[in-house]
C-alpha cells in the first residue's frame, strides 16, 4: 500500500515512520511518498529516515517530491500534517496576540483563528485534488487546529478525511497509569472538540474507575493533568479535561506566563527546528542522533508556559515517551486497510453524537473503525458548563470557514470577536488588521 504525507519535511515526521518500521502485520504500507513545498527539509528528514531504515529489512521504500498532483495519485492513504506559513507564521501569531493581551497559541483563540484563516483555504484545495486524483484514498489529517481544517476538507471528502490527536491518546493513558491499570485494557469515555474535550470515564473490566481517582487528591497529583489543573478544581468538575483547557480555565494566568517568558512556544520551536535544519546541510551531520537529541528537547519543553504559571514543575519522563498521534494513525490504517475493527478517540462528523451540535459538525469522540472508515460511538451527553463552551467554539468554527470561503474582513473579525478568549470587537479588529499585515496568505480577506 502506498502512503503519501503531506508535509513529508516537518520535523515530527520520523515518528510516524518508525511506527510503520515497526509494523509486519499483512498488508502494511510498503511505499511512502514525501510531499512538501521546501526541497532542503525534504532532503533533511529522507537522511533521518534512512538512517531509520538501515537496519530494518523490508523497510517501507521513501521517494520524495514537490510535485502535489504527483504525490497525490495512486495513494491508498493521505497523511496531512502540512504548516502553512511555517514556524515562522506561528511565532507571528502568538506576539501579535501577546500584544493585544490575549492568548496566541496556534490551536487555541486568537492564534488558533489566524492559523485557521491561512490553512483552510490551503486544505480545501488539498482535498479537491484528492477527490479529483485518488478518490478512493483516506485522508488522516493533522494539520492544526485538526477538528476545523477536518471539517472544511470534509465538505469536499465527506467521512473519507478523519483528524486525529494524541492528545485524549496521552490523557487516557496518563490516567490508567494513576489508576494502575494497562493502558491496553480501558475503555474512555471522552467528548468535545479538538483541543476541547473532557474524560468522563474510564472503564475497567466493566466499572468505572474515574470516580476513585477523583475522590483522591494523592492520586490526583500524580499525574501531568492533575498538577496542571489542581485536584480541587478536577473535582469540581467531576471530570479530567484535555490539557488545553488550562488555556480557558486559566487564561489570565497562561496570557501571563506567554508575555513574561524569554520566548514563546513558537519563537523557541523557529530557533530550535533552524538550528536542526541547518545542521543536516552539513553531510557529516549524524541525522537520527541530532533528531533524537532535538526531539527530546522540544518534547520536554512541551505547555512549559502552563506547567510554570499551574506551578506544575518539569515534565514527567513517561510523558516524554512515543505512542502519540504516529501510533493513532497507524491503528486507523490498520483497522480501515485489513477490516480490524477497533475503537480509537477520532475527529469526526458528528451525525447525532452531541445533540448540541448538527450532524456536520466536526467532534472528537471515541469511533468504531473498520473498512468502512469511521463512525462515531454513542457518547453520554456532556455537562451545561462544557455544551456551551463546546458551542460557542464551534460557532467560532463555522465563522473562520465562512470567511475563508468568502474572503469577507467582516465574517473574519466577527470569528475573532466570538472566541470566548477575545472580550472585545475593537481587539478582534485589531487583530485581524495584525494578522493580515504579516501574513501575506490572509490577502484573500477584503
Request: aromatic content about 6%.
Amino acid at each position: 500500500m502506498r502512503l503519501t504525507i503531506l508535509g513529508g519535511g516537518g520535523f515530527r515526521l520520523p515518528l510516524v515512520y518508525g511506527a510503520l518500521l515497526a509494523d509486519h502485520a499483512e498488508g502494511r504500507i510498503t511505499q511512502v511518498v514525501l510531499h512538501d513545498v521546501d526541497a532542503s527539509r525534504l532532503t533533511a528528514i529522507a537522511r533521518v529516515l534512512a538512517d531509520q531504515a538501515e537496519s530494518v529489512p523490508d523497510a517501507p521504500q521513501i521517494t520524495v517530491t514537490t510535485d502535489l498532483d504527483e504525490a497525490l495519485r495512486g495513494a491508498d492513504f493521505v497523511f496531512s500534517a502540512i504548516r502553512v506559513g511555517g514556524l515562522e507564521g506561528r511565532a507571528a501569531d502568538e506576539r501579535i496576540a501577546l500584544a493585544e493581551d490575549v492568548l496566541g497559541q496556534e490551536t487555541v483563540g486568537a492564534g488558533g483563528i489566524a492559523y485557521g484563516l491561512r490553512t483552510v483555504p490551503v486544505a480545501v484545495d488539498i482535498a479537491r485534488r484528492v477527490a479529483r486524483l485518488a478518490p478512493d484514498a483516506w485522508v488522516i489529517n493533522f494539520t492544526n487546529p485538526a477538528g476545523l481544517v477536518t471539517e472544511a476538507m470534509a465538505r469536499h471528502l465527506g467521512d473519507r478525511v478523519i483528524g486525529i490527536c494524541d492528545s485524549p491518546v496521552g490523557l487516557g493513558r496518563r490516567v490508567a497509569h494513576a489508576l494502575g491499570a494497562d493502558p491496553a485494557t480501558v475503555s474512555l469515555d471522552y467528548a468535545g472538540l479538538n483541543h476541547l474535550g473532557w474524560l468522563r470515564g474510564l472503564r475497567l473490566d466493566g466499572r468505572d474507575e474515574l470516580p476513585r481517582l477523583l475522590a483522591d487528591a494523592e492520586l490526583l497529583g500524580s499525574f501531568e493533568e492533575g498538577r496542571l489543573f489542581g485536584a480541587d478544581w478536577l473535582q469540581s468538575l467531576g471530570a479530567i479535561p484535555n490539557e488545553y483547557l488550562h488555556y480557558y480555565y486559566f487564561n489570565r494566568e497562561a496570557v501571563r506566563a506567554y508575555q513574561e517568558a524569554e520566548q514563546t512556544r513558537g519563537a523557541f520551536l523557529l530557533e530550535q527546528q533552524a538550528t536542526f535544519y541547518a545542521e543536516m546541510q552539513r553531510p557529516d551531520t549524524p541525522a537520527l542522533a541530532t533528531w533524537d537529541r532535538t526531539r527530546a528537547e522540544r518534547e520536554a519543553t512541551y505547555m512549559a508556559h502552563n506547567r510554570e504559571a499551574a506551578g506544575a514543575g518539569e515534565r514527567d519522563a513517561s510523558d516524554l515517551e512515543s505512542g502519540g498521534y504516529e501510533k493513532v494513525a497507524l491503528a486507523l490504517m490498520r483497522a480501515i486497510a485489513q477490516d480490524r475493527r477497533t475503537t480509537l478517540i477520532l475527529n469526526v462528523r458528528n451525525r447525532a453524537t452531541l445533540s448540541a451540535l448538527d450532524e456536520a459538525a466536526v467532534v472528537e469522540v471515541p469511533c468504531s473503525v473498520d473498512a468502512n472508515g469511521a463512525r462515531p460511538l454513542p457518547v453520554s451527553p456532556l455537562p451545561l458548563h462544557a455544551t456551551g463552551l463546546v458551542c460557542a467554539v464551534k460557532a467560532v468554527e463555522r465563522e473562520v470557514l465562512a470567511a475563508a470561503d468568502s474572503g469577507s474582513r467582516a465574517t473574519a473579525v466577527k470569528a475573532f470577536a466570538l472566541h470566548p478568549l477575545v472580550d472585545s470587537v475593537t481587539v478582534a479588529r485589531r487583530l485581524v488588521d495584525g494578522y493580515t499585515s504579516v501574513h501575506r496568505s490572509l490577502a484573500y480577506l477584503r
